[in-house]
């Protein structure tokens, strides 16, 4: 399952997109990864924001 989608993001509109993981500090201080897909145009404002 995770092949086709990995190959769906290579090719086609798949390709104006991208998978960011963005560390998140939780309530009792520790931290936790939150994964979003992104179009690359905004991938450095997803950042900061």
């Known amino acids: 399952m995770a ?4 190959a769906t993001l290579k ?3 798949g390709k ?3 998978k960011i ?3 998140v500090k939780n ?3 520790s931290y ?3 994964s979003e897909i992104v179009p ?3 991938i450095k404002a997803q ?3």
């Open 3 to 6: 092949k086709k989608v990995v």
């Open 11 to 13: 090719t086609g509109a």
């Open 16 to 18: 104006d997109f991208a």
């Open 21 to 23: 993981y963005r560390a």
């Open 27 to 29: 309530k009792k201080g």
């Open 32 to 34: 936790s990864f939150k």
């Open 40 to 42: 690359n145009d905004n």
């Open 47 to 49: 950042f900061k924001g």
